[in-house]
Nanobody
Framework: QVQLVESGGGLVQPGGSLRLSCTAS????????IGWFRQAPGKEREGVSC????????YYADSVKGRFTISRDNAKNTVYLQMDSLKPEDTAVYYC??????????????WGKGTLVTVSS
């Protein structure tokens, strides 16, 4: 049973930063494109960012471009999402996903359970 585990969520003031981590046991993240989705209360789930497994190309939603940075450390079997200049509209549950078909393929194969990010003063 594949388990993706997110961590790093919490409460932060507008303009602040958080770093989310996604890791897994008994599952090598390096073989998959890894991405982040989020779902805010009352809204549909949306893709935020993705990093490929091959050339580590990165992709970002327009709403986070220039503020969020995705990276991976295959030695630690971990993918990070550095979130800077956070806004209240970034408040959501953030989910880590793994996709064997790549960032622009057929969608996630696996999902984590999510971590809550709340941006509020």
């Amino acid at each position: 049973q594949v388990q993706l585990v997110e961590s790093g969520g919490g409460l932060v003031q507008p303009g602040g930063s958080l770093r989310l981590s996604c890791t897994a046991s008994d599952f090598t993240l390096g073989y998959y494109a890894i991405g982040w989705f989020r779902q805010a209360p009352g809204k549909e789930r949306e893709g935020v960012s993705c990093i490929s497994s091959s050339d580590q190309s990165t992709y970002y939603a327009d709403s986070v471009k220039g503020r969020f940075t995705i990276s991976r450390d295959n030695a630690k079997n971990t993918v990070y999402l550095q979130m800077d200049s956070l806004k209240p509209e970034d408040t959501a549950v953030y989910y880590c996903i793994a996709a064997s078909s790549g960032c622009s393929g057929y969608g996630p194969d696996y999902w984590g359970k999510g971590t809550l990010v709340t941006v509020s003063s």
